[in-house]
């Protein structure tokens, strides 16, 4: 991990901003405030399909300090969302699809003003026939949410690679299982907000809890049919995404509406409720899988079906489709695949990304599935897996390509670290060790642009400043490239100053989605820094009269290569280099995207998405309660090749915090719906996510080598261990009293059901 | 109708004239201006909001400010005294952690008022101490380790 060759790569570093965190300094967009800034609020439609027919606003506007009212009829109408061509969002909703949907907002001088004109607006709705689920809502004459698509299927994505039939032939056994995974809120900490200040020049100026600023900049000036230039956005902390903060939502628009409207600066917060029902949740899929598999346990063939809960929007349908079939791909080689995936809008809370995109209910299916056949056939599940664990230079029937794949090494030494063969199979004590294994892209490839940027100045003093538009939520890129930049210049961290993101200022990004930073950013903040320290090595040459190659930065220091004496410091080294030449400023730019990935085949799906792909195996040990049918975590062991870890810190973090996700949606977390498809459930008292009582301790093995094309060989980690985490503690719950629960969440009276059933069918 | 209200916030005295239904985590954030307390929920169902007050920990959005006045409350901003952090927000940075940051001020403070009541917390005690201080980041393996390196060590 840790290499003598670095000075700080592999070395565990808190993050550059941790400081500001831990002493109430860093600021989230709810702590700023502008001089004669209103409160926005947004108002929500009480009906889950149905048009506006009318508003009106007069009492409200009539309210004192209540300065603006929009709604549907305020924006263009131009659809805006992630994908050209599926967007279907308009900002605020003059047909509303689910219980909650914008139909308007206010701006008022306070929160209680806002609050009270919101219950003044009236609003005559034409009321629609609704449909909850995803399957009624495919049937023929089910209520067409979007006049484009027909029975609600809004991505309808299909592979067949290799012959599934005559791989299921060649199987000596097979198996067909259905699964159901839950639907489920980000939880992050920080409700999202925005605040807008529009100036006469026509300029709009956002704060927002954003991880993708340049998306949401997109998205506005569609929306308000204003220039993309005339937007921008600016990230400051974020408390947290796990994906539900990567695209626009009504309140940018609105506030902008109302910025631009009042010509005051508008700020909306979400609460607690609006950020649980009103944003994006992941999608509840029904996953049906079909497994053949020769006495030896090679995998012949696998067919999935998918049926996945849209919610009124598409979000990134197309995307999540296509990787939840993709992602079955990843850790085993499966000589013929086919999958059908369908993503059906229904008149509820708008499904999105979610902390690995797809993968998750998918992975759960697979793997629980694996251990059921390993059972079938008298194999140990850590067997079956090594069996057909894919390999370095593999290439899948799918196109995607393995540069480096460390999975057999992971599944060996982390059944070795977990006692696996030891703690397998003692159902008297009612514990139990179940594992999963998976694997996840380093950014997929997208249409368009997909590179990240990073322009790095020199001060000075010898301070740097690094220039991303990488979106820091918490997860720690900001810290990642100053380290990145600290280890090529032979500066301390401190010494750097991260200033990301900013669409004014910072370099255009994709954004903080697909596990893609550390890949992109991460190798554009290294080819940038490494041209600074080209740029200085020169100078220092002929300083030195030595030759450029042999000038090496260390310890703040610019020394010749084996003459440890002869040096100059680094920020003296900065001072120099301005008055060299004609006077000079020490600027690098780097811009990277992989050259090994292909935008898949529109029609086949075929081609290799990411430059490279993580992989995980995860191992949990659970007891469960016979008589009150709880569950305890009691220990997790990972082996992830997540590539050289550049700061151990982070990577473990990204690993304990997926060990405590995972925790929560196989037990506890769900977002439930009443009968008009409203969200029952959407506040912390009632929508419970794991404390520290319920967490369970997670122990790393070290699996990972350097990736050739990642950053100093790293690869993403903060997305494949979370959907891996799921199963494995499903599969230990099996292993430790023998039930095998496939629709989540796993609740106590599931359990007890399933023992009692267990133990009639074993008298009868 | 607004009224005069005194607070003694972190050692300062703090007059503000405010609606009485006001929280005190609306007027430390708005009237004040520390925003380190974070609105996580509203309903006390997060511990983003947690303030010390007497040095116990106190759910500010639940809490009107009219109650606490003349009582001693303690911010995250106020733990740091000539520019230094204290030790529980070192120990917070050393042992990474904080992810996000969003639920840090409230973790800290949670576990200042702990080791302060008691300062050879077990594992135990200190897991139960922090249930009410929600983090999605971290998974709380790290505020915990943080917290236990604190036990015993003055
Ligand atoms: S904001 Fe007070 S407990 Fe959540
Ligand atoms: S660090 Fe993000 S919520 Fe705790």
């Known amino acids: 991990m840790g290499s003598e060759t670095y000075s700080q790569v592999g070395k565990a570093q808190p993050q550059i901003d941790a400081l500001a965190k831990a002493t109430g300094q860093a600021k989230y967009t709810a702590d700023f405030n502008l001089p004669r800034m209103l409160v926005g609020k947004l108002l929500g439609s009480p009906h ?60 008022a001088v306070d929160e209680e003003t806002a609050l009270e004109a919101l219950d003044l607006i009236s609003i005559e709705y034409d009321v629609l026939p609704a449909v909850f689920d995803p399957e009624e809502a495919m049937k023929e004459g089910a209520p067409q949410l979007h006049d484009e698509y027909e029975r609600n299927v809004v991505a309808d994505t299909h592979y067949d690679f290799g012959d599934a039939d005559a791989g299921f032939k060649e199987s000596d056994h097979i198996r067909e299982d259905h699964f159901f995974m839950q639907p489920n809120s980000h939880g992050c900490m920080e409700p999202r907000g925005v605040l807008v200040d529009y100036d006469i020049t026509g300029k709009f100026t956002m704060w927002t809890s954003t991880q993708s600023p340049f998306h949401v900049r997109r998205d506005t000036s569609r929306a308000l049919g204003i220039p993309l230039s005339k937007v921008r956005i600016i990230k400051p902390h974020v408390g947290g995404g796990f994906g539900g903060k990567i695209e626009t939502h009504p309140m940018h628009i609105a506030a902008a509406l109302l910025a631009m409207k009042t010509a ?59 990787n939840a079939g993709l992602s079955c791909m990843i850790p085993y080689r499966i000589p013929n695949f086919k999958y059908d995936g369908y993503q059906v809008y229904t008149n509820k809370a708008v499904s999105g990304p979610f902390r690995g995109h797809g993968a998750n209910q998918p992975r759960f299916a697979v793997e629980s599935q694996l251990d059921m056949i390993a059972e079938d056939i008298n194999m140990d599940p850590a067997a079956l897996r090594l069996r057909n664990a894919s390999q370095t230079g593999d290439t899948t029937i799918s196109g995607l390509n393995f540069v480096s794949c460390e999975l057999s090494r992971a599944i060996e030494e982390s059944t070795k670290k977990a006692e696996w063969d030891k703690k397998r199979g003692r159902k008297e004590t009612n514990r139990g060790i179940g594992m999963a294994c998976g694997g996840f892209v380093c950014g997929a490839r997208g249409a368009g642009h997909t590179a990240s940027g990073t322009n790095i100045h020199v001060n000075e003093d010898g301070g740097v400043t690094v220039l991303s538009g990488a979106s820091d939520i918490g997860q720690g890129c900001n810290s990642m490239m100053a380290q990145i930049t600290a280890e090529e210049l032979g500066i ?3 010494d750097v100053t991260v200033i990301a993101a900013d669409t004014e200022t910072t370099p255009i990004d994709p954004g903080t989605f697909s596990s893609r930073v550390t890949f992109y950013s991460g190798n554009a903040t290294l080819i940038a820094a490494r041209q600074v320290k080209s740029q200085l090595a020169e100078i220092a040459a002929t300083l030195m009269e030595a030759s450029a190659d042999d000038i090496l930065f260390r310890d703040k220091k610019v020394f010749v290569k084996g003459s440890p004496d002869r040096f100059i410091p680094f920020g003296e080294l900065v001072k120099r280099a301005e008055g060299f030449g004609h006077g000079r400023l020490i600027i690098g730019q780097g811009q990277w995207a992989p050259t090994n990935t292909q935008f898949p085949d529109r029609k086949t799906k075929w081609g290799n998405v990411s430059g490279s792909y993580s992989f995980s195996t995860q191992i949990a040990e659970v007891e469960v309660d016979r008589e009150t049918g709880q569950v305890k975590v009691l220990d997790v062991t990972i082996g992830d090749d997540c590539g050289q870890v550049i700061n151990p810190m982070s990577v473990e973090g990204q690993a304990e915090g997926s060990v405590y996700m995972g925790i929560g949606h196989a037990f506890l977390e769900q977002t439930i719906f009443g009968d008009n498809g409203q969200m029952m459930n959407p506040s912390f008292l009632d929508f419970k996510m794991a404390t520290p009582l319920e967490c369970a301790p997670a122990t790393m093995v070290e699996v990972g080598k350097p990736d050739p094309i990642g950053p100093y060989g790293a690869k993403e980690i903060g997305e494949g261990l979370l959907i891996t985490s799921v199963p494995a503690i499903v599969n230990a719950i099996y292993d430790a009293v023998g039930v095998r629960i496939k629709e989540l969440p796993v609740t106590p009276e599931k359990i007890l059901d399933a023992l009692e059933k267990k133990e009639t069918e074993g008298k009868s | 109708m607004k009224r005069e209200l005194e607070l003694n916030v972190n050692d300062e005295l703090w007059e503000v004239n405010v609606e009485p239904h006001k929280t005190l985590l609306e007027v430390l954030r708005e009237d004040i201006g520390f925003t380190g307390a974070k609105e996580g929920c509203g309903l006390g169902a997060c511990g983003t909001c947690t303030v010390l007050v007497e040095g116990a920990p106190l759910l500010s959005c639940l809490t009107l400010a009219l109650e606490v006045q003349h009582k001693r409350i303690t911010t995250i901003e106020g733990l740091v005294e000539g520019g230094r952090p204290d030790p529980v927000q070192k120990a917070f940075i050393e042992h990474g952690a904080i992810q996000c940051g969003f639920c840090t001020p409230g973790n800290i403070l949670s576990a200042k008022a702990l080791l302060d009541r008691n300062p050879r917390a077990s594992r135990e005690e200190i897991e139960e101490a922090l249930a009410g201080n929600l983090c999605r ?16 060590s003055e």
Do not use: N, W
Request: net charge positive.
């Open chain 1, 48 to 107: 889950p399909h149905a048009r506006v027919l009318s508003v009106d606003a007069s009492k409200a506007i009539a309210l004192k300090g209540v300065k603006a009212v929009v709604t549907g009829r305020d924006v263009l109408g131009k659809k805006y969302g992630m994908f050209k061509s599926r967007r279907d969002e308009t900002g605020l909703a003059l047909k509303a699809r689910y219980v909650g949907d914008p139909v308007a907002a206010v701006a």
């Open chain 2, 137 to 152: 980041c971290t998974g709380y393996q790290k505020i915990v380790e943080a917290v236990e390196s604190l036990v015993g």
């Open chain 1, 492 to 494: 301390p961290v401190s």
């Open chain 1, 264 to 322: 005051r600066p508008v700020q909306i917060i979400l609460s607690r409720e609006e950020e649980i029902s009103i944003t994006r949740i992941r999608a509840a899929m029904q996953i049906h899988v079909k497994t053949g598999v020769r006495k030896d346990g090679a995998i012949m063939a696998q067919y999935v079906k998918i049926i996945a809960d849209s919610g009124a929007y598409s979000s990134t349908s197309i995307m999540m489709m296509y």
